[in-house]
């Protein structure tokens, strides 16, 4: 028999039926096998009905052994009585014989029935382990988990994971009506304890880094009660599938970032070639309109056409060395070729190349006394100055201020702070760091030329530098840039001969 029928009431008919056949198979043999002889065969019947039916009806197959020999094979036959005492002690030793061996029995029964399951359960987390190493999508989870949730539980699964924005969705979508409580799956991603409500059962994916999800299982209605066996072969199942949800996420995580940076590359070499193709024309378009313009005895009208030609190819050979020089930038390492000089020099430089833009509007520059030395690329260098007065030239009407002040920074020591302001209209609000990505502007639409690559330039140039720059809006109006440079340690000057 099965033992899946021990404990039953067909498991104690068949413990009866064994006694009841080993008694009439003996009354053949009674007057040719000794009594001891009798008592083993029904001590095999006990331990037969112990091995395949169970404790109880092997506890009954002992009792019906002893009333069995004692009505057939102890004189006075066909009764309970006794005529001899001594068998009394063999019924005694008999029954207790019984007992043990049906204990015994039962209990390695037990022991080999606990091993098969912790062998399934083993070979069950073994082989959803080994399949999850193996899964590269969502999809691919899904479906493991699935498998090891009916052959495990008996059950149907479903995942719950969080969006872009941490929310809980059922994956894969489908009918919410028929999809665990979202709100339940919420408290129990929230507390990271397991939690049982409306025919389901949520069980947290903890990933070492952070709870990845929720596992839940269809249990139908009433409470779900689930054996210690159950409960751990749940956990570990559950822990299996976090490490593989976190897993399939750096996983795209990694996918992103390398197809981001094959885009970034790509982009730069046609950024670069382009830009490269164009500053010949350019060139020599600036040359044919100043030619015309020297050449003189032209039409007024001519004179101006050709003077305008000749500011938009600058104008857009100034677009086209951006494009150049952002590709430069982002192609490898910035190669400085650092020297130690005055800042003054290098501000007066940019402001020298940036006076035409700057004619309409008030510069004011102060300079702190004790302003170091910096190591510095002049060439770059002035190239971020320029790049941020030919912004603040662009962006605020003539009239403005544009003040830039350098100092030792207060708050940072080691460092100097150069700040960059103007009482304009400011940045567009809640954007201002996002502005020094590539070809993100102020304004979207606008009638204000460029490209949006003059503060990406300038950030690179200033990182490159080991410094900061950061943008931000005045309380009194307009906007203001700040850059954060190591003043290092500058050589000692050589003294002067009396």
Not at 176 to 203: I, M, N, Y
Not at 328 to 349: D, F, I, M, T, Y
Not at 472 to 488: D, E, K, Q, Y
Request: hydrophobic fraction near 45%; glycine fraction near 6%; charged fraction near 20%.
């Amino acid at each position: 028999m099965h033992p899946r029928f021990a404990g039953s009431a067909p498991a104690y008919l068949w413990a009866a039926t064994a006694v009841a056949g080993v008694a009439l198979l003996a009354q053949p043999l009674r007057d040719r096998l000794d009594l001891a002889n009798i008592i083993m065969l029904f001590l095999l019947a006990v331990l037969l009905a112990a091995v395949r039916l169970g404790r109880g009806p092997g506890i009954l197959a002992a009792f019906l052994s002893i009333a069995a020999f004692n009505f057939f094979f102890v004189h006075p036959r066909l009764t309970f009585a006794v005529s001899d005492m001594q068998y009394l002690l063999t019924f005694a030793v008999m029954l207790a014989v019984a007992l043990i061996t049906t204990h015994l029995t039962t209990d390695l029964s037990h022991q080999a029935e606990v091993a098969r399951s912790r062998e399934l359960r083993m070979t069950a987390l073994y082989e959803m382990a080994r399949d999850l190493s193996a899964a590269l999508s969502l999809e691919q989870v899904h479906e493991i988990v699935g498998h090891f949730v009916r052959r495990g539980f008996q059950s149907e699964a479903c995942l719950l994971l969080p969006d872009a924005t941490e929310a809980l969705q059922l994956f894969p979508p489908g009918d919410l009506a028929a999809a665990p409580p979202l709100a339940l799956a919420r408290d129990s991603a929230r507390t990271g304890q397991p939690l049982t409500g409306e025919g389901w059962h949520l069980q947290p994916l903890k990933s070492p880094m952070r709870v990845r999800g929720i596992l839940a299982l269809a249990v139908g209605p009433g409470p779900w009660q689930e054996t210690p066996e159950q409960q751990q072969l749940l956990e570990t199942g559950a822990s299996l599938v976090a490490i593989a949800l976190e897993r399939v996420h750096y996983i795209q995580v990694a996918q992103e970032a390398q197809l981001q940076m094959e885009s970034e590359r790509l982009r730069n070499s046609l950024l670069g070639a382009l830009s490269h193709d164009l500053r010949t024309p350019l060139t020599a378009l600036v040359g044919l309109a100043d030619s015309l313009v020297l050449a003189g005895h032209l039409p007024r009208e001519e004179e101006e056409l050709a003077q305008a030609i000749r500011e938009e190819a600058l104008r857009t050979s100034a677009l086209v060395n951006n494009l150049l020089d952002m590709a430069r930038l982002q192609s490898g390492p910035v190669v400085l070729r650092k020297e130690w000089q005055p800042l003054e020099e290098v501000l007066g430089a940019a402001l020298q190349a940036r006076a035409p833009q700057l004619a309409g509007h008030q510069v004011r520059v102060e300079l702190a006394a004790d302003l170091p030395l910096l190591e510095l690329d002049a060439v770059l260098m002035e190239r971020v100055f320029c790049n941020l007065l030919e912004n603040a030239a662009k962006y605020t009407p003539p009239g403005c201020s544009v003040t830039v002040r350098a100092e030792p920074d207060p708050l940072h020591a080691g460092q100097v702070c150069i700040r960059l302001c103007d009482n304009g209209p400011g940045l567009p609000p809640g954007r201002e760091q996002q502005l020094f990505d590539k070809f993100t502007r102020g304004q979207e639409e606008s009638a204000i030329p460029g490209i949006g690559l003059g503060l990406a330039i300038v950030r690179s140039i200033i990182e490159a530098h080991q410094g900061s720059i950061e943008a931000a809006n005045l309380p009194t109006g307009g906007a203001c840039f700040s850059i954060h440079l190591p003043m290092g340690i500058p050589p000692a000057l050589p003294q002067e001969e009396t």
